[in-house]
Nanobody, 125 residues
Framework: QVQLVESGGGLVQAGGSLRLSCAAS????????MAWVRQAPGKEREFVAA????????YYADSVKGRFSISRDNAKKTVYLEMNSLKPEDTAVYYC??????????????????WGQGTQVTVSS
């Protein structure tokens, strides 16, 4: 079955950086659009970034544009989220998600079929 396992979360001061990783198994990774979604305490899940399969087009929420970068390594079946200039409002559980095989990338959370368990990111002021 499909498994997505996130890692790399932690506690960081405002202005700092973190790199999240999501290792995938049970799927032909190169055929799947991937996304990062976050959920802050008491709030709904929020789209953060996505990367398409194939040409690897990238998409970002306005709140993270210019600070976060999504990338993928198909050989390692891993997607990354490089987070720079972190702010306290970036504090959330970050989830990795995969969309169905060979489907176009989307920025709507409901478009993703498989989810990881999440990793906590806490940014202190």
């Amino acid at each position: 079955q499909v498994q997505l396992v996130e890692s790399g979360g932690g506690l960081v001061q405002a202005g700092g950086s973190l790199r999240l990783s999501c290792a995938a198994s049970g799927l032909t990774f190169s055929n799947y659009a991937m996304a990062w979604v976050r959920q802050a305490p008491g709030k709904e899940r929020e789209f953060v970034a996505a990367i398409s399969w194939g040409v690897r087009s990238t998409y970002y929420a306005d709140s993270v544009k210019g600070r976060f970068s999504i990338s993928r390594d198909n050989a390692k079946k891993t997607v990354y989220l490089e987070m720079n200039s972190l702010k306290p409002e970036d504090t959330a559980v970050y989830y990795c998600a995969a969309r169905g095989s060979r489907l176009p990338v989307v920025t709507t959370i409901s478009g993703y079929d498989y989810w990881g368990q999440g990793t906590q990111v806490t940014v202190s002021s």
